[in-house]
């Protein structure tokens, strides 16, 4: 299990070796050209007469000349050390990005692993109990809704990878139409509230709210915003969604009260995979998909997303987009 970052270490250890090593023979090379140059002005100022008729003259010509070579020497140098470093700052940068993506993709591969083997198995086991067993009415409808409400996980975790990857390889194409923001945000409360009935879920919709952009990418940002909510906020707390019209200006505000994100780390939760926390400690369900994909939607739309602090506690995700008349 360590032997990985013992090796990564070896390797940055070598190179800062390499690096030093690669420096210091610079430098030595400049001292020794300085220490010549030195040496060969001296040695032809000692040849030099004093009682030769162009004596002033000799003597200014070696000692410009000795200047040139400095001047050549320091311009050299200084652009082989600048040129040394900036390639060493463009590996040091481009590895530790390299080891960063990794890093978060071992990681991705920890949480989809979980994220896909939980909602298969609570589902496969609803299904075989109903087939074994003879349950009441009420036991059955129970596990139906259990292995509904997984199933609706599963495919919501399969769409953000599938659409993640088609919009960063340029395959998924939006259909900019007038949408009614208004009746997307209504129907998405109406699917959680439906989903998860001992959750409290506020709407304070406004009607008549109309955006350009595509429906399912725009259904998808409030899927994920309420879900995030819903997820890290207690479960006897409240999740408030409000969607108001603010001049020309169509806001939409998901409210919760749970432990809040620190300041230093609400740019980063919308890093592809990137989750607050040890990946393999966290308690809460994710892959750190969902606010960068929906992050990259409202960009898409040519709107704004934003995480404030909740006066109460928790977090206020606030997304803004271009309303129509």
């Keep these: 299990m360590n032997s ?5 270490q070896l390797i940055f250890v070598i190179y800062w070796i390499l690096l030093a090593y690669i420096i210091a023979a610079l430098i030595f090379w400049f001292t020794a050209l300085m220490q010549q140059n030195q040496q060969m002005t001296t040695f032809k100022l000692q040849r030099l007469k004093s009682e030769e008729v162009n004596y002033p003259e000799q003597y200014l010509r070696i000692e410009d000349e000795k200047r040139r070579k400095t001047a050549q020497y320091i311009g050299e140098g200084s652009i082989f050390l600048l040129l040394i470093l900036a390639g060493a700052i463009f590996i040091f940068r481009a590895v530790r990005r390299q080891l960063r993506q990794s890093h978060e ?36 409808q129970r596990l139906i809704h259990n292995t509904v409400q997984e199933a609706n996980r599963l495919n919501t975790l399969c769409n953000n990878m599938l659409l993640s990857s088609q ?147 928790g977090s206020i995700v606030t997304v803004s987009l271009k309303a129509e008349a």
């Design 105 to 140: 993709q071992q990681n991705f591969m920890i949480a989809i692993t979980h994220e896909l083997k939980t909602p298969i198995a609570v589902t496969k086991l609803n299904l075989e109990t109903l087939q074994r067993r003879k349950l009441d009415e009420t036991q059955q």
């Design 167 to 313: 919009i960063e390889a340029g395959g998924y194409r939006g259909v900019d139409e007038e949408a009614s923001w208004t009746n997307i945000v209504t129907e998405c409360c109406q699917d959680f509230t439906t989903r998860y009935p001992d959750r409290q879920l506020q709407q304070q919709i406004a009607e008549d709210v109309f955006v350009i952009g595509d429906q399912l990418l725009l259904q998808i940002v409030v899927n994920n915003l309420v879900e995030n909510a819903l997820k890290y906020s207690p479960k006897d707390s409240t999740v408030t969604v409000v969607l108001e019209k603010k001049s020309n200006i169509a806001v939409l505000k998901v409210i919760d009260s749970g432990v809040g994100i620190a300041r230093e780390e609400r740019k980063k939760v919308f890093q592809k995979f990137y989750r607050i926390g040890n990946e393999a400690t966290k308690r809460a369900k994710g892959t750190g998909l969902g606010l960068y994909l929906t992050k990259k939607i409202v960009t898409t739309h040519k709107g704004t997303i934003n995480i404030s602090d909740n006066p109460g506690g």
């Design 4 to 8: 990985k970052p013992k090796k990564i």
